[in-house]
């Protein structure tokens, strides 16, 4: 009977579908003995996870909650396979990148702004605002208060399975979307991530859901965004060191570009960090992913792929083997 050890904060009912003959162990965070088994489904907490490790012994495979698994190979060596969560995020952080798009588009922080502060009049600010951030000079009549995410070019970044979830998101406001990956392909046309920079200036808005690897480390930095037109939006739903910070404080503070971002580096920024008081800049706390659904999800992914370990079949997201 393989041992599965999990995060005793999890929900025992979610754990309803593993496999028969498996044995579940509960891990508290405060864990402070040696325990054996054979499997460990980390805390989708990194800090929590990396503070449980070093009591565990004999585990053989790793079953992430997590798409990304960027901290687990240094911490658990080479010798235990690790597979992620591929799958199970698709929807909730395709919904954030919609969403964010859309606040920024709709300039709703400045309406929350301006609802907090009971002065309906600072609506003109948004008119002002899109002059300033577009370079739109014209005499617009009535004034601007919001933009349309309809007909937008979209520069998608990253075309996997939560990329191919936001085009399909995005799909009912006829967007043109540019397709970017590792490597290009045909049907749809995908292009290769070294025709970055040429397809940048074209964008209206350019979307990061790439996993960060030694090559995307710092993807998009200064000469990146100085190729993005006047008012450009980025959108980071990826990890934060795939922007290079400094780079993008600097074209924010310029006004050449917006962003929304639920990652950022460092993660989660110092309260002193200059980023938190750049102009034209949304930040949700790294919860792209998160809802109710989370867990469930989460865990019917690491269940199915138990199953296939515990049958001796090929594993479907194993981002490392045991060697």
Same mark, same amino acid.
């Given at each position: 009977?393989?041992?599965?050890?999990?995060?005793?904060?999890?929900?025992?009912?979610?754990?309803?579908?593993?496999?028969?003959?498996?044995?579940?162990?509960?891990?508290?965070?405060?864990?402070?003995?040696?325990?054996?088994?054979?499997?460990?489904?980390?805390?989708?907490?990194?800090?929590?996870?990396?503070?449980?490790?070093?009591?565990?012994?004999?585990?053989?495979?790793?079953?992430?909650?997590?798409?990304?698994?960027?901290?687990?190979?240094?911490?658990?060596?080479?010798?235990?396979?690790?597979?992620?969560?591929?799958?199970?995020?698709?929807?909730?952080?395709?919904?954030?990148?919609?969403?964010?798009?859309?606040?920024?588009?709709?300039?709703?922080?400045?309406?929350?702004?301006?609802?907090?502060?009971?002065?309906?009049?600072?609506?003109?600010?948004?008119?002002?605002?899109?002059?300033?951030?577009?370079?739109?000079?014209?005499?617009?009549?009535?004034?601007?208060?919001?933009?349309?995410?309809?007909?937008?070019?979209?520069?998608?970044?990253?075309?996997?399975?939560?990329?191919?979830?936001?085009?399909?998101? #995005?799909?009912?406001?006829?967007? !043109?979307?540019?397709?970017? *990956?590792?490597?290009?392909? $045909? @049907? +749809?046309?995908?292009? =290769?991530?070294?025709?970055?920079?040429?397809?940048?200036?074209?964008?209206?808005?350019?979307?990061?859901?790439?996993?960060?690897?030694?090559?995307?480390?710092?993807?998009?930095?200064?000469?990146?965004?100085?190729?993005?037109?006047?008012?450009?939006?980025?959108?980071?739903?990826?990890?934060?060191?795939?922007?290079?910070?400094?780079? #993008?404080?600097?074209?924010?503070? !310029?006004?050449?570009?917006? *962003?929304?971002?639920?990652? $950022? @580096? +460092?993660?989660?920024? =110092?309260?002193?960090?200059?980023?938190?008081?750049?102009?034209?800049?949304?930040?949700?706390?790294?919860?792209?992913?998160?809802?109710?659904?989370?867990?469930?999800?989460?865990?019917?992914?690491?269940?199915?792929?138990?199953?296939?370990?515990?049958?001796?079949?090929?594993?479907?997201?194993?981002?490392?083997?045991?060697?």
């Amino acid at each position: 009977m393989l041992r599965v050890g999990y995060p005793a904060k999890l929900d025992p009912s979610f754990l309803d579908v593993m496999p028969p003959g498996v044995e579940l162990i509960a891990l508290p965070d405060d864990l402070d003995h040696e325990i054996a088994v054979d499997v460990w489904i980390p805390d989708p907490l990194s800090n929590r996870a990396v503070r449980v490790w070093p009591y565990l012994r004999c585990v053989r495979l790793v079953l992430s909650m997590m798409a990304g698994t960027e901290w687990i190979p240094g911490t658990v060596g080479t010798h235990v396979t690790i597979c992620n969560a591929h799958g199970a995020h698709n929807i909730a952080t395709a919904e954030w990148t919609v969403t964010a798009i859309l606040a920024v588009l709709k300039n709703l922080p400045l309406f929350l702004d301006i609802q907090q502060s009971r002065n309906w009049r600072r609506r003109k600010e948004a008119d002002a605002a899109y002059e300033r951030i577009t370079g739109d000079r014209r005499p617009l009549h009535p004034p601007v208060m919001q933009e349309e995410l309809t007909a937008k070019k979209v520069l998608l970044v990253g075309y996997g399975a939560i990329g191919k979830e936001i085009e399909r998101m #995005l799909a009912p406001f006829h967007v !043109a979307i540019t397709r970017i *990956a590792r490597t290009g392909r $045909t @049907d +749809p046309v995908v292009h =290769p991530v070294g025709e970055l920079d040429a397809l940048l200036p074209d964008a209206e808005i350019i979307i990061l859901i790439l996993p960060l690897t030694e090559q995307t480390h710092g993807l998009i930095g200064s000469a990146q965004f100085e190729r993005m037109r006047q008012g450009a939006l980025l959108v980071n739903a990826a990890r934060g060191p795939i922007v290079q910070t400094d780079a #993008l404080i600097e074209a924010l503070n !310029a006004g050449r570009i917006r *962003a929304a971002l639920d990652v $950022t @580096d +460092p993660e989660p920024p =110092p309260e002193d960090h200059p980023l938190w008081r750049c102009p034209n800049l949304l930040i949700t706390p790294h919860i792209g992913a998160s809802t109710p659904e989370f867990a469930r999800r989460s865990l019917q992914v690491a269940a199915d792929e138990l199953r296939r370990y515990m049958n001796g079949e090929p594993l479907h997201n194993a981002v490392q083997l045991a060697v």
